[in-house]
């Protein structure tokens, strides 16, 4: 099966290093949309354009049998028109606020994603279904996603701009920090040495992967060192050169890192 993974970024690399591991008998197509990146900060009908663009692409041109859109913000905002306009499994990502939630019955949870994940009204949504006590805050961290672009993951440029957001935060009182961007997976290390040990990471990538192979009938298998194939795109271009292949398999790497940060 051909299964596409789509993001504004690099961000969507951490879904595809797990895909990759648990579906290694499947061909990939991994698209970065890198002449439109960052979409968190930019305006709704700006992101439905871009992502409009971005699955012409990947079904009317490169066939994909299955799209997953490994981006929050884009999910956010334009998965239930794209639900409406093809027949492939489109399998989108919301921040993990109910399994968050579902941890520690009485302790609070931080959900951070880009500005439209958090003033979008999917996120107002999921957090009224599932938040009967009141235990969630939603803080947006949209520097993350240039930090991360940069790749610029623990310099005390980052640190700072992380104290400073989660200051207001009484972090004791937390028993979870959602990542509901996928650029946030990238920055578990600095995190860790930022919040207390009480905290726990909570994302979608292992959700994603298993609703995926749950929608096209595919059984996932436990990770190996066998990876799947993938093709890259940028907004549409294959990526071919040495160097940009290199900073693909670099961000790829650490993603693989960040999956044993806990
Ligand atoms: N990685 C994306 C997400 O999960 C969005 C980052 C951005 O382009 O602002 O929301």
Known sequence: MRIA???SGIGGLTVLSHARRVLPSEEFIFFA??????YGTKSVPAVRGYVREAFRFLIEKQRADAVVVACNTATS??????????????????????????QDADRRV????TPITINGEKLRRLVSAHDAKNLVDLLALP??????????????????????????????????????CTHFNYFKDT?????????????GNEG??????????????????????????????????TESLARIESYLARAARMEEVV
């Not at 931080?110 to 994603?113: E, G, Q």
């Open 5 to 7: 993974l789509f993001d």
């Open 33 to 38: 949309d890198r002449d439109h990146v960052p």
């Open 77 to 102: 905002v334009a998965v239930d028109e794209m639900r409406r306009l093809y027949e492939v499994p489109i399998i989108g990502m919301e921040p993990a606020v109910k399994m968050a939630l579902e």
């Open 110 to 113: 931080l959900v951070t994603a």
């Open 143 to 180: 520097r993350l996603v240039e930090f991360a672009e940069r790749r610029e993951f623990s310099s005390p440029r980052v640190e700072a701009y992380l104290w400073d957001a989660l200051s207001p935060y009484d972090l004791r009182k937390y028993s979870a920090i959602v990542l509901g």
């Open 191 to 203: 995190l860790r040495r930022l919040l207390p040990k009480t905290v726990g990471f909570v994302d």
């Open 208 to 241: 994603t992967v298993e609703e995926l192979a749950r929608r096209t009938g595919l059984t996932t298998v436990v990770a190996g060192v066998q990876t799947a194939p993938c093709s890259f795109f940028e907004s549409g271009r294959p990526i071919m050169g």
